[in-house]
């Protein structure tokens, strides 16, 4: 069982890693485990050496620094472990589950930030092997074989598959997905799943590109028809081309940044007006990324996207510093309820519900004057409210499939007043 490895890092400005530090995992007296990090001498004599995150590992100096957490592995360093669906690759390939310093060895080095690990004192040279868009049909063709538990149909794809091309990060959840590199640069691709209730890849591109048009930092996206199958394209924001290679760009979790639970059993710190005080403390670029953040917030409440756990946020960080990464993950949810959604973390006064009444709140910490953010809400529901459908059929979503959908956008709810009770609240006919 491997107790311990060294860190890589990409500095920024560079494409090739260096050793940064060391990663230790041990057991206590008391049987718990204890993650000890220390920076490397050689790492911190480097005039250009940065810290890995803002927060644990902020203090570069070579003091070992420990961790004893749910996991024993530091929060900035598990952001680039594998997500479910990356553990099941690295499984079928192992024969089993690893503990959690070998899911972070075994898994490629295509995952997000600029992150590595490996067991040399000397990190390998970048592969700079990515898929081509020519390969996909074989990938989701492996990717459904791994879904349902066959055996995958070939055996030299299969060999690809778990070194290198089919991955999974801690930011991307259980989709299957894989990179792939065309003229523009790197994509994270992801697949269709056997039990999707609607066409997920134009959907999740129809909420990026309607993020875009009510003025949200999104990130780019695009459909690519894989033998009659469509696989959503979405652009690295970690990565940047350059003539040797590619930037890598440091990343880390909204989980790490909030110093939150990985669990939503417990939700303390599980906040967006807690995310924005610390984005105001740490971001570069704080006062633009506070308004951002609550443009987000009030995006997701409009479409019901309740999966906006902390994990489907992150910060990047490049020589300038850190900063808030555009929007990714954005899906609607249709539900039953017509008062009182709740997103996953904490709008306002009133907790997680998402309404325009809770939303305003706490604008004051997202830079927002109460008139301001009113007026900011009041536009955005209308371009969700009034373009939600015509945006989706552009992109090839059926109106079937829009009709599924149709009541996570603008939920009656979400305009709750006191003085409206339930049965008249307003509820928005789309036009099918």
């Known amino acids: 069982m491997t107790s311990e490895c060294y860190v890589y890092v990409t500095l920024p400005e560079t494409t090739e890693p260096v050793v940064a530090a060391r990663l230790k995992v041990s057991s206590d007296h008391q049987g718990n485990q204890v993650g000890q990090f220390v920076y490397g001498n050689s790492y911190l004599a480097r005039p250009n050496c940065v810290p890995l995150d803002p927060g644990r590992l902020a203090v570069l100096d070579n003091k070992v620094k420990q961790y004893a957490g749910t996991s024993a592995i530091f929060p900035s360093l598990r952001d680039a472990a594998p997500d479910r669906w990356g553990r099941l690759i690295i499984e079928r390939e192992f024969g089993g589950e690893l503990n959690e310093l070998e899911y972070l060895l075994y898994s490629p080095d295509d995952r997000a930030g600029a992150l590595a690990f490996g067991l040399n004192s000397v990190p390998p040279a970048p592969l700079w092997q990515f898929n081509r868009t020519l390969q996909l049909p074989e990938l989701l063709e492996t990717s459904d074989a791994l879904l349902k538990k066959e055996p995958v149909p070939d055996p030299i794809v299969a060999q690809q598959v778990q070194k290198l091309h089919l991955l999974g990060t801690s930011m991307g959840g259980a989709r299957p997905k894989t990179v792939v590199e065309d003229e523009e640069g790197l994509w994270?691709?992801?697949?269709?799943?056997?039990?999707?209730?609607?066409?997920?890849?134009?959907?999740?591109?129809?909420?990026?590109?309607l993020a875009l048009s009510c003025g949200l930092s999104a990130s780019r996206s695009k459909i690519v028809d894989v033998g009659g199958r469509p696989v959503l394209f979405v652009k690295r924001f970690d990565r940047e081309r350059v003539d040797d290679g590619y930037l890598r760009h440091r990343m880390i979790s909204a989980v790490t940044f909030l110093d939150a639970s990985e669990s939503s059993a417990d939700r303390t710190r599980w906040s967006y007006p807690l995310l924005a005080d610390e984005l105001r403390r740490t971001d570069i670029d704080q006062a633009n990324s506070r308004r951002e953040l609550f443009r987000r917030v009030v995006f997701n409440a409009l479409i019901s996207n309740v999966d906006d756990h902390p994990r489907n946020h992150a910060l990047i960080a490049d020589a300038g510093g850190w900063r808030l990464a555009p929007a990714y993950d954005l899906v609607p949810t249709p539900m039953i309820a017509q008062d009182g959604r709740t997103l996953a973390m904490v709008v306002g006064d009133q907790g997680r519900v998402a309404t325009r009444d809770n939303l305003l709140t706490e604008c004051a910490r997202f830079g927002y004057e109460w008139d301001e953010a009113s007026s900011l809400i009041d536009e955005m529901r209308s371009i969700v409210e009034n373009t939600w459908y015509n945006t989706c059929r552009s992109l090839g979503v059926i109106p079937a499939d829009c009709e599924q959908i149709a009541n996570a956008f603008v939920?009656?709810?979400?305009q709750w007043r006191d003085d409206i009770d339930a049965d008249e609240a307003p509820v928005p006919v789309p036009n099918f």
């Not at 056997?194 to 990026?208: K, T």
């Not at 939920?411 to 979400?414: E, L, S, V």
């Open 188 to 209: 994270l691709a992801k697949f269709t799943r056997p039990d999707d209730a609607w066409d997920n890849p134009r959907v999740e591109h129809a909420m990026l590109e």
């Open 411 to 414: 939920y009656p709810g979400f």
